[in-house]
């Protein structure tokens, strides 16, 4: 995660009453883009909590960024795609 980039919800995520840190992290995504140190000040959450609650939710589609694709990102995702066709077809040879 490029900590200078910029982060926004897309959307509202599900997130449950038992998690109110995520709730107040969700709550300043919501408002308008921010940066990871800006998000976890404006919610009283830790950096490292915000940068987990970025992954998980960016992993999903449900935060947008104004930072490039890069390089590297592009082939983690060509390997997740090989990894969830061979769990949609377990038995195929992966060629």
Not at 59 to 88: H, M, N, Y
Request: charged fraction near 25%; proline fraction near 5%.
């Amino acid at each position: 995660v490029d900590v200078n980039a910029k982060f926004k919800m897309s959307r509202w995520p599900q997130i449950e009453r038992e998690f109110p840190k995520h709730f107040r992290i969700a709550t300043v995504m919501m408002k308008q883009p921010a940066t990871l140190s800006e998000i976890a000040e404006q919610s009283g959450a830790t950096l490292g909590d915000v940068i987990d609650f970025v992954n998980g939710y960016r992993a999903i589609g449900f935060v947008e960024t104004d930072a490039p694709v890069t390089e590297g990102a592009a082939s983690r995702d060509t390997g997740r795609g090989a990894i969830l066709s061979r769990l949609k077809n377990p038995f195929s040879s992966g060629t």
